[in-house]
């Protein structure tokens, strides 16, 4: 599985398999920052607000100028109440 199958499984709301699909990727490419915002954003839908934000910070520091990414982040803060962080996130 590619990160681009991940993200359509994401897209159609299939986020176990989207889930198993994201690790995979990442079983061949560690570093492969569309899995892990994925993972993330699957995390962010589950609640697990302090795994996506781990998640989403490993993916910046990988990959500082990717936009999405930030977003992500921007939404995870957000969703924790923290709107100073989300707003530096964006």
Do not use: C, K, W
């Amino acid at each position: 599985m590619s990160s681009s199958n991940a993200q359509a499984l994401f897209q159609q709301g299939r986020f176990d398999e989207a889930e198993r699909a994201a690790g995979a990727s990442l079983q061949r490419q560690p570093r492969d920052v569309e899995s892990i915002n994925v993972l993330a954003l699957i995390a962010l839908r589950r609640g697990q607000l302090a795994q996506a934000r781990q998640l989403l910070e490993s993916s910046v520091a990988i990959a500082p100028d990717l936009a999405p990414t930030h977003h992500y982040l921007g939404r995870v803060h957000d969703a924790g109440g923290n709107a100073e962080g989300a707003v530096a996130a964006h």
